[in-house]
């Protein structure tokens, strides 16, 4: 499985920005594909994550309602898009994927991408 994110950048408090993690070689072992993120002297936090053959999704309270996760299943590919983004949401996204029993986890997830910077400014 491997797994390539795109799509992050700068853009304004109150802004919105869409990222992208084309995951190819997913197998059926793959239970869910989400997101993380990570800012310098801080332990990987989870972001939403997708069940995949289902499409169930879960979110990080922080993000609840200003997140949306979404999939195009023949392109492989899970969207996040954000919107009403906070500089607090200023960190590197780490796109995974695995078969976990626990999806909010980081050590559950087998398979990462090389992470896209999103920068929010005040």
């Known amino acids: 499985v491997q797994l390539q994110a795109s799509g992050g950048g700068l853009v304004q408090a109150g802004g919105s920005l869409r990222i992208s993690c084309v995951a190819s070689?997913?197998?059926?072992?793959?239970?869910?594909v989400g997101w993380f993120r990570q800012t310098p002297g801080k332990e990987r936090e989870f972001v939403a994550t997708?069940?995949?053959?289902?499409?169930?999704?879960h979110y990080q309270d922080a993000v609840w309602g200003r997140f949306t996760l979404s999939r195009n299943s023949a392109k492989n590919t899970l969207y996040l898009q954000m919107n009403s983004l906070k500089p607090e949401d200023t960190a590197v996204y780490y796109c995974?994927?695995?078969?976990?029993?626990?999806?909010?986890?980081?050590?559950?997830?087998?398979?990462w991408g090389q992470g896209t910077l999103v920068t929010v400014s005040s």
């Open positions: 070689g997913l197998t059926s072992s793959v239970g869910y």
């Open positions: 997708m069940e995949w053959s289902q499409g169930l999704t």
């Open positions: 995974a994927a695995g078969s976990t029993l626990f999806p909010r986890r980081s050590s559950e997830y087998q398979y």
